[in-house]
């Protein structure tokens, strides 16, 4: 049986397909997300590859800002409940997720099975996420992909806030005039996503085991500050950024046995 | 109008709009008006034939009926900062525009066109300091602003409970100190006659609100908890005239036949109850309530409205000092984290929803901690979300659905 993922995110839309809750069939990202050509893009390239039909799925579940506009889904789940999923998935003991995405930065509590026990994200408010990296990136003329590369080569990294996105750009501005290092601000930028992410993720000391995930870890930039903000090693996701798309796939397949179950259930009643 | 036959939803509209008209009559036939905060005592004006408007329900008028952007413009082009609670700011841009037009006779365009109801300018003001402090400075400013007394009844905050015997002496004399005022700006003696058995009117409001409140532990509940926020309207503006408990009783009167007859507020629809801690987003009043809706969930808890259950015994000062400090965020966390306990345990509720609201900070700030402390006590889920009572600019429509969502699934 098939199943599909799909999470619509603020900057980039993710397909995953499934085969029997567990097989991966194929996984595919297009950078642009909800408002835009990017779903229905993802849908078809994903479809294209792996030679499927839409058909062919036994379940759709959308997730992510833009899930209630993706027509073909049969149900939507939001992207807690699909990360905590999709992170389980890569790592059972996981209790604490810090996803970083293009809008929203998110720390979600998990219990043994899994299950979302408690979140806390940011608010109406960009600092610390991963549009917050692009208007960096953008102020600094350094690509995306480029920014792990200068952070590596940090002497003194500067301090950029974290609790505002327009601030911090101003900041950042003033410190490229004043003539501070690239390398060094791009080291402050991290520390700064690092920060907010890490205060949402709870007060004192973190013990438990901590996945990361959402586009902004690709950053190993980003890892490294909040493994240097916690004092510890953290596990990264692999393919973070399809996590919350793995786990609607995951879900959309247990909702598949749970209504066959239930039908078998009552056929035997009856 | 004769008001027999009418329902509890259409007594609420009726007196609402006749206690605005009351207000503007006084203004006309030289009556005095007074401009109150919300949970400042109403007893003693009142028993002084005062009308009174109430600015925080005017403001929340206005920003259910998206009439808030204009005055909010008024009140920070007046230097007032964004940060400023929106009742306070809507209202101070308000004033801004009933004294340039008293002053000049002409009517500002953004005064001629907003929803908002009518209402007269005050002859004197009456605040107290028992649901935050920003109602001191607002107050004071109006006073000045419009040269009008203003009558402060400073009300300690409960830092540890029970309240301490000094604590309502001290606010005994805050009392005494409102009838002076009263007495000089009224120029003949309280009457205290009339002030007794505006007690027993208030007391007998109270009762039948908190009878309408206590309709919600039923499961499935009659009431949906959104309408509350609607009848608060009389609880702050009509609780010492017989308006309120003519229309609260008539409103429990039809929900508990409802009971009776099996129908309740969500029909067969109710899934999940929560609490909500706060006050209600006016300008989205509609969204908040629709997207609980469609997923089922209603809402029959909130420790808001339960700020107008004060309780007292008429004739006793003292009594009555201690039911305006009692109101829940004039006390310490603990005690307040008891109340919303209280809350959400009598509504039956699965879990919660924070209002993290930009105004008042007073109501949001300690909402981390409690709501950690309630949950070690209960173990229910709870989200928050951003918003604001009157500003309808920190208010994140998807951002709300959410974490609705996301609570209903924690809630399964």
């Not at chain 2, 009783?249 to 507020?265: P, Q, R, S, W």
């Not at chain 2, 009594?319 to 305006?324: D, I, K, N, P, V």
């Not at chain 2, 008891?338 to 509504?347: A, I, N």
């Amino acid at each position: 049986m098939y199943t599909m993922g799909i999470d619509i995110g603020s900057t980039s839309s993710k397909a995953v397909i499934l085969q029997d809750g567990a097989q991966l069939v194929a996984t595919e990202v297009v950078q642009i997300g909800t408002g835009s050509s990017g779903p229905a893009r993802v849908l078809d390239t994903i479809l294209k590859k792996t030679g499927l039909d839409i058909g062919d799925m036994a379940r759709i579940i959308a997730t992510g800002y833009g899930r209630f506009t993706f027509e073909p889904a049969h149900h939507q789940y939001t992207e807690i409940r699909c990360q905590a999923k999709g992170n389980n998935f890569f790592c059972r003991s996981a209790r604490l997720i810090i996803d970083i995405g293009g809008q929203d930065v998110k720390a979600i509590r998990l219990d043994e099975k899994g299950n979302v026990k408690q979140f806390f994200m940011n608010d109406k408010c960009a600092a610390g996420t991963g549009r917050f990296l692009e208007v960096m990136s953008r102020v600094m003329e350094v690509e995306i992909d480029q920014m792990d590369y200068y952070d590596e080569r940090a002497t003194d990294p500067a301090t950029v806030s974290s609790t505002c996105a327009v601030f911090a750009e101003s900041e950042v501005i003033s410190q490229l005039a004043a003539g501070l290092l690239k390398e060094n601000i791009i080291a402050g930028v991290h520390q700064s996503i690092a920060s907010k992410a890490c205060a949402l993720a709870g007060r004192g000391v973190i013990e438990d085991e901590l996945v990361l995930c959402g586009g902004v870890s690709k950053n190993q930039g980003v890892v490294r500050a909040i493994e240097k903000e916690l004092n510890r090693k953290v596990f990264v996701a692999p393919m973070p950024q399809i996590t919350g798309a793995l786990g609607a796939a995951i879900l959309a397949y247990e909702d598949v046995l749970k209504e066959v179950a239930l039908k078998d259930n009552e056929r035997q009643k009856g | 109008m004769e008001t027999k036959g009418m329902n509890g939803k259409q007594l609420l509209a009726h007196y609402q709009a006749q206690l605005e008209e009351e207000a503007r009559r006084a203004k006309k036939s030289g009556r005095l008006v007074c401009w109150s905060a919300s949970v400042a005592p109403s007893e003693f004006c009142v028993a002084m034939d005062i009308a009174m408007v109430y600015p925080e329900t005017h403001a929340a008028g206005i920003g259910a009926r998206k009439g808030a952007p204009d005055l909010l413009e008024v009140a920070e082009k007046k230097g007032y900062a964004q940060d400023v609670c929106s009742y306070a700011r809507v209202n101070l841009g308000y004033m801004e525009l009933l004294k340039q037009q008293a002053l000049t006779g002409v009517q500002d365009e953004k005064l001629a066109n907003s929803p908002a109801v009518e209402i007269p300018l005050p002859d004197l003001v009456i605040t107290c300091n028992n649901i935050c402090n920003t109602l001191l400075k607002w107050y004071e400013n109006l006073a000045k602003e419009l040269n009008v007394p203003c009558i402060v009844i400073d009300v300690p905050f409960n830092h540890t409970m029970p309240i301490s015997q000094h604590s309502k002496d001290y606010i005994v004399g805050q009392f005494g100190e409102a009838i002076a005022q009263l007495e000089e700006i009224c120029q003949r003696p309280f009457d205290y006659d009339k002030f007794y058995q505006v007690q027993e009117q208030t007391q007998r409001s109270v009762a039948e609100w908190a009878r309408l409140a206590g309709l919600m532990r039923h499961k499935p509940s009659p009431l949906n908890g959104f309408d509350l926020f609607n009848f608060m309207a009389l609880i702050v503006c009509g609780r010492s005239t017989p308006y309120a408990e003519i229309t609260f009783k008539t409103f429990a009167d039809e929900l508990e036949e409802n009971l009776e007859n099996g129908i309740y507020a969500f029909g067969e629809n109710e899934k999940k109850r929560v609490t909500w801690e706060g006050i209600a987003v006016w300008p989205h009043l509609g969204h908040t309530f629709k997207t609980l809706k469609n997923a089922g969930t209603i809402m029959t808890g909130s420790a808001y409205p339960g700020m107008w259950r004060l309780e007292y015994t008429p004739g006793d000062l003292s009594s009555m000092a201690e039911a305006y400090t009692r109101i829940y965020i004039n006390t310490c966390l603990e005690y307040k984290v008891l109340q919303l306990q209280q809350v959400v345990d009598s509504g039956n509720c699965d879990g919660i929803l924070y209002h993290q609201n930009r105004s008042c900070k007073l109501m949001s700030l300690l909402n981390v901690e409690t709501a950690e402390e309630l949950q070690k006590r209960n173990g229910l889920p709870y989200v928050s979300f951003d918003g604001d009572q009157t500003d309808p600019n920190n208010y994140g429509a998807a951002q709300f659905e959410l974490r609705v969502q996301a609570l209903n699934e924690m809630m399964e």
